[in-house]
């Protein structure tokens, strides 16, 4: 005879979901034990008078893996990342050389070579480096996916009317934008020399005046390709040189696949401890919803 009970434990915000099973044992007493436990670790966001809740086992990564040579998104003719072993008198890093371990050299440039994060290190005459800037690494966000406008010169550009309704929660400090149309040649498109879509200045300065932080895009950059070193849209966002945003950051290149849904999110922005103005990164999202039971 199998008896089954099923229950809910929440300890700290984190759900065990658990099915136990009973046993008959031949003294007639029951033995137990526990089948299909799986785990649901439970987060609590407040904005404003909304509470929302993250499964943080259910994570969405949205940046796109750094590979060895030409199938990488690419940007401002940057060279392709090279992955190469080592090789010291007869020893060769590489497992499949013979050697006894993998031991590689990665030659790669952040801004050039997919999804990155940067600071206002990017632009100053100061020195400003990542891991300096980037104290804090969770984040409420929104997801908003844009139509870029063509203007009369060609270039494909995202407006501020574009972006004034995607903020309607207070405390959102990271906004993501996914450009459409949408596909997965994001992942590999070598976008130097193609003119880009990019953000209007005054899109950026509306996201700084609504308290944005971070600002994440599908796109190699937030500015035009060729833009004279101008940089608006990089000096809007960090105010800089007058009032400078130390703590804010801009990813380029992440990839949103179509089937994530505009709307509100918990961010996680993980870089390298690397004492540069830029990082590869690692971008993940749990979606933010009002039943922590989905």
């Known amino acids: 005879m199998v008896a089954e009970s099923y229950g809910v434990v929440c300890l700290r915000s984190i759900f065990f979901n658990f099915q136990i099973s009973f046993f008959e044992s031949d003294t007639g007493l029951y033995d137990f034990c526990i089948l299909n436990i799986y785990k649901s670790m439970i987060t609590t966001v407040v904005l404003g008078n909304k509470t929302l809740y993250a499964d943080l086992s259910k994570p ?15 940007c401002f003719w940057a060279p392709m990342p ?17 050697g006894s371990v993998n ?58 009317e574009h972006l004034e309704h995607c903020i309607t929660d207070p405390g959102i400090s990271a906004v993501l934008i996914r450009t459409m ?19 209007h200045h005054e899109a950026v300065s509306f996201l700084v005046e609504k308290g944005v932080r971070h600002l994440l895009v599908d796109l190699p950059s937030v500015d035009r390709e060729v833009d004279g070193g101008e940089l608006l849209g990089h000096r809007a966002f960090w105010q800089y040189p ?24 918990l961010l996680n922005i993980q870089t390298l401890a690397i004492e540069l103005d830029a990082s590869p990164s690692r971008i993940v999202v749990y979606q933010l919803v009002s039943n922590p039971e989905g």
Not at 181 to 199: E, F
Not at 244 to 264: A, K, S
Request: overall charge negative; proline content about 8%; aromatic content about 10%.
């Open 60 to 74: 969405v990564d949205l940046s796109i893996p750094l590979r060895d040579g030409t199938e990488n998104p690419n």
């Open 181 to 199: 149309p949408n596909d997965i040649y994001k992942k590999t498109t070598n976008w130097s020399d193609s003119n880009p879509p990019y953000l």
């Open 82 to 98: 090279e992955f190469s072993p080592v090789r010291a008198g007869n020893f060769v890093g590489s497992t499949a050389e013979g």
């Open 103 to 160: 031991f590689f050299n990665v030659k790669m440039n952040p801004h050039g070579n997919g999804t990155h994060t940067e600071c206002v290190g990017h632009i100053s005459g100061e020195r400003y480096v990542l891991s300096e800037c980037l104290k804090q690494f969770h984040f409420p966000a929104v997801l908003a996916s844009v139509y870029p406008q063509r203007t009369g010169n060609g270039d494909r550009v995202i407006l501020k």
């Open 242 to 265: 007058g009032n400078t945003r130390t703590d804010c950051t801009i990813t380029e290149m992440i990839y949103v696949p179509g089937e994530i849904r505009d709307g509100l999110y």
